[in-house]
């Protein structure tokens, strides 16, 4: 199977800060890549869905500016929490793939905590 | 609107003993359902997909439009299955998948 992987896999930042995750298709060209959030022992939810070389579509409630998605090239997609807050803790999960209907491959995870 | 319901949070079983994990849906058109696990310490992976119609590892899942169901069902569970099992919906020509809560299904020796 591809591979998909994240980093950094566990990141803790201050009150105020940005913080950035890498999403990286190591094996193949992501068309499309998917980026989750998942509080404890709840589902994965969809923040937003983003295709090289196009603006990310976000899922409604999620703060386009809070939440900035670059997707730049067909194997690296980034997400930066800007201006985090304690409430933005939360484990963020992304997944790529090569285009509509064909399998998603996810990455291992990146477990945000904001002090 | 999309949504898919897993009813049980946790399922446990004994080792040999069938298995049957939940999954209902809400979609108007003809949505595509998946099943994806998550074993302890790792990622999210697919297993099964019902357009393909295959046996991974045992399960198979059958697509019941008329109960907009998609149950996972393992006739002999084993301890390797204990893991975290997620039902997912792809509606009609949408990229993003709607996940279920997850059923954790834990397989005792």
């Known amino acids: 199977g591809a591979v998909v992987s994240q980093h950094p896999s566990r990141v803790i930042c201050k009150s105020g800060t940005s913080v950035k995750i890498e999403c990286r298709s190591l094996?193949?060209?992501?068309?499309?890549m998917f980026w989750y959030r998942q509080f404890p022992k709840q589902s994965l939810m969809l923040m937003a869905t983003?295709?090289?070389?196009?603006?990310?579509?976000?899922e409604q409630g999620v703060e386009k500016d809070k939440f900035l998605i670059n997707h730049a090239s067909l194997t690296l997609s980034t997400l930066t929490v800007t201006s985090a807050h304690p409430e933005d803790s939360s484990f963020y999960i992304c997944s790529a793939s090569r285009g509509s209907n064909t399998e998603a491959f996810f990455g291992q995870g990146t477990r945000l905590t904001v002090v | 609107a999309q949504r898919v319901t897993q009813p049980e949070k946790l399922l446990s079983v004994f080792k040999g003993a069938p298995v049957e994990l939940k999954c209902n849906y809400s979609y108007s058109g003809s949505p595509e359902l998946f099943w994806y696990v998550q074993y302890s310490r790792q990622r999210l992976q697919l297993l099964l997909r019902h357009i393909s119609r295959e046996s991974i590892k045992g399960f198979t899942a059958d697509l019941n439009k008329g109960e907009t169901s998609f149950h996972l069902k393992k006739p002999f569970a084993q301890e390797e299955d204990s893991a975290m099992y997620y039902c997912?919906?792809?509606?009609?020509?949408?990229?993003?998948?709607?996940f279920g809560t997850g059923t954790r299904l834990l397989v005792s020796p």
């Open positions: 983003s295709n090289e070389g196009s603006k990310a579509t976000y």
């Open positions: 094996d193949f060209q992501a068309t499309t």
């Open positions: 997912a919906l792809q509606g009609t020509g949408f990229q993003k998948l709607v």
